[in-house]
């Protein structure tokens, strides 16, 4: 038989070796591609606790099991901004708003109402401090003060989108033009100004914090932003149970940022369109390096603060009496006074389980500083609401007891010491992985709590954007009629 006859015989083997060819070059190109969405030196400085520049963590030089950068779409991961020069060295791009996953439009509100509550004062009529140069922020006041700072954290993030020398994620932007916004963002610091100004001093007829709600009332509902969906599309942060307690009902159509609807109404703030955000810890993170295993925490059962409390916080008092004495359980009053802070930062960090109960109120910071202190939170709060918990599954590293159980002579102990050494080693680590969810940090980082917060955001502005469009359907078809 001729060559010429041979040929097409052998045609299929030549097309499949050059398909397979073809299929392995292509996937060699787009893991190539992939990589210049998040170059993985980039992504390990993103992760890794310590590029922070203003705010100095603890944790240096570890990598976490962050799940929801594994997950991001092509749309968020598109948007670093970092670029490599020709010296190798990174440097700052300009956040791209069609890149950016949210668009938010802040409000020039005077620094009356965010930083001058920190004695900040500008040069002229200069609003904003410039976050580029961390000596130039003003500092959050510490102790308990620092538990609800949400509002600080998500301005200065808003601020750095547009700074020129900040590295953080770009998958929020702040834009200048309201009309490009998905969301309106109202730069008050509702906490601070309870926690510092609800007093009336000198000769003052009304506290300053209750001055600056009802000037705050009168701008945000006079502006065409707030008129076009009721401000339905705008953003409050109200993090501090009595913070913004004389107008929240009459700004209730807004998008509260709460840590829990302990003290307010479900016609004002409801889990449809309001976000829970984590309290920020006021505990020293606990490096993974550090952390002690299942042998190496002596005490069982961790609780200190404030025992006698009202409403469902009664449960402290009765678990109180049920504990008090047992020799593996730590349970006694505490406070933020003298070494109060670190006293629990290293109790918690030698006990296998830590309690969160309920106090005046369904939430407490306590339960972060369990997480970062890798403790096994054990919560007894039945009306409790936790944040991200529509991507996080907290059964995988906390207990849930009902206060009713709770109260139950013998079983709360019965419950935790029957659980197996190996089964509190898969909840322990599980903290380790999910513990960088809940760290305020400035700059932001991909998968903090400042983050976090923004893709929350990012679900409940798609819902209300849904909701908005479908009452437009036939509004638009009336306007054309009154107009003819």
Same mark, same amino acid.
């Given at each position: ?39 993985? @030196? ?62 938010? &439009? ?84 509702? @906490? ?71 003290? &307010? ?178 700059? @932001? ?40």
């Amino acid at each position: 038989m001729s060559e010429k006859s041979k040929l097409p015989s052998r045609l299929p083997y030549y097309l499949i070796s050059i398909s397979m060819f073809m299929l392995i070059l292509s996937s060699f190109f787009l893991l190539q591609l992939g990589n210049t969405f998040i170059p993985s @030196s980039i992504l390990r400085q993103i992760i890794v606790n310590s590029t922070s520049m203003y705010l100095k963590p603890n944790v240096k030089n570890e990598s976490f099991n962050l799940p929801f950068l594994s997950s991001m779409s092509s749309r968020e991961a598109d948007c670093s901004n970092l670029e490599v020069v020709a010296s190798g060295q990174e440097r700052k791009k300009f956040c791209d708003p069609r890149k950016g996953v949210l668009r938010v &439009y802040m409000y020039d509100l005077p620094p009356e109402f965010h930083f001058g509550l920190l004695g900040w004062k500008g040069k002229g009529n200069q609003t904003w401090p410039e976050v580029d140069n961390p000596s130039h922020i003003p500092p959050y006041p510490g102790g308990l003060n620092l538990q609800h700072s949400v509002e600080y954290w998500l301005t200065l993030d808003l601020l750095a989108s547009n700074a020129e020398n900040v590295i953080r994620p770009c998958s929020v932007v702040r834009v200048e033009n309201s009309s490009q916004a998905d969301v309106m963002f109202v730069p008050f610091f509702s @906490s601070l100004s309870y926690n510092r100004f609800s007093k009336i001093r000198g000769r003052e007829k009304i506290s300053l914090n209750k001055m600056l709600q009802t000037k705050l009332v009168q701008y945000v509902t006079s502006q065409n932003e707030w008129k076009r969906f009721k401000g339905k599309d705008h953003l409050i942060i109200a993090h501090h149970p009595n913070s913004m307690l004389d107008i929240r009902e009459k700004l209730g159509s807004a998008i509260f940022v709460l840590a829990d609807f302990g003290r &307010y109404p479900t016609e004002t703030a409801n889990l449809e369109k309001d976000i829970i955000a984590p309290y920020k810890h006021v505990v020293r993170t606990i490096p993974i390096k550090e952390s002690a295993q299942f042998d190496q925490r002596p005490t069982l059962v961790y609780f200190q603060g404030a025992i006698y409390r009202k409403d469902g916080g009664v449960i402290r008092q009765e678990l109180y009496y049920l504990l008090k004495d047992e020799k593996d359980v730590h349970f006694t009053f505490g406070s933020v006074q003298g070494h109060g802070i670190n006293s629990a930062g290293k109790g918690m960090s030698s006990s296998k389980f830590c309690l969160n109960i309920a106090g005046d109120t369904p939430s407490s910071n306590r339960l972060f500083d369990a997480i970062v202190s890798h403790c096994v939170p054990v919560i007894i709060s039945d009306n409790i609401e936790l944040p991200f918990e529509d991507v996080l599954d907290y059964s995988k590293f906390c207990i849930f007891v009902r206060a009713s159980d709770a109260g139950k002579k013998g079983y709360l102990l019965n419950l935790l010491r029957g659980i197996s050494r190996d089964k509190w080693t898969k909840m322990w680590e599980r903290l380790k992985e999910i513990a960088p969810h809940f760290e305020y940090q400035y700059p @932001s980082q991909a998968g903090d709590a400042v983050d976090m917060i923004w893709r929350a955001l990012s679900l409940k502005t798609s819902s209300v954007r849904l909701n908005i469009n479908r009452k437009n359907r036939y509004r638009r078809a009336e306007v054309f009629l009154t107009s003819n």
